[in-house]
């Protein structure tokens, strides 16, 4: 019969074996990637800011005003998990939207608007709605106002 230490050794065996042969895209380690977002204001009212507040489960990064072609950026590391989200609560008058702006995994959308992955992601705010890029050259309209 196995002692316990011979059996890890050989659970620890078998994980470096089936982790070696996982083709090499599932291999990418995302959680060690720095990812970025950019949120601009494009609408043609200059007379108030675009408020955002953007949050994720462990992360609040408070509101901030949004002047027209102001662009608000931050970065963050993907969890151990892969699971990371982060939404965000847009304001402008009376007007009040809130979406998921980084859902980690989210291949509707991302195949959408990159064609591969792309570590970046530019949000446009517009008086017809919210746009998405990967590029900051091609929008695509995602959400309505």
Request: proline residues 3%; glycine residues 4%; aromatic residues 16%.
């Amino acid at each position: 019969m196995a002692s316990k230490v011979e059996k890890r050794g050989l659970m620890a065996l078998i994980l470096v074996l089936v982790i070696s042969s996982l083709p090499e895209p599932a291999l990418c380690i995302y959680w060690n990637w720095k990812f970025h977002v950019h949120l601009v204001n494009a609408m043609s009212d200059n007379s108030k800011p675009l408020m955002v507040h953007l949050k994720s489960k462990d992360n609040d990064l408070q509101e901030h005003p949004l002047w027209k072609n102001g662009d608000f950026q931050f970065h963050f590391k993907i969890n151990f998990w892969e699971t990371t989200l982060f939404y965000c609560t847009f304001k402008h008058g009376t007007e009040t939207k809130v979406f998921n702006i980084f859902v980690h995994g989210d291949r509707y959308s991302e195949s959408k608007v990159c064609k591969k992955p792309n570590k970046t992601v530019y949000w446009k705010v517009q008086d017809d709605g919210f746009y998405r890029s990967c590029d900051n050259q091609h929008y695509y309209k995602m959400v309505i106002w």
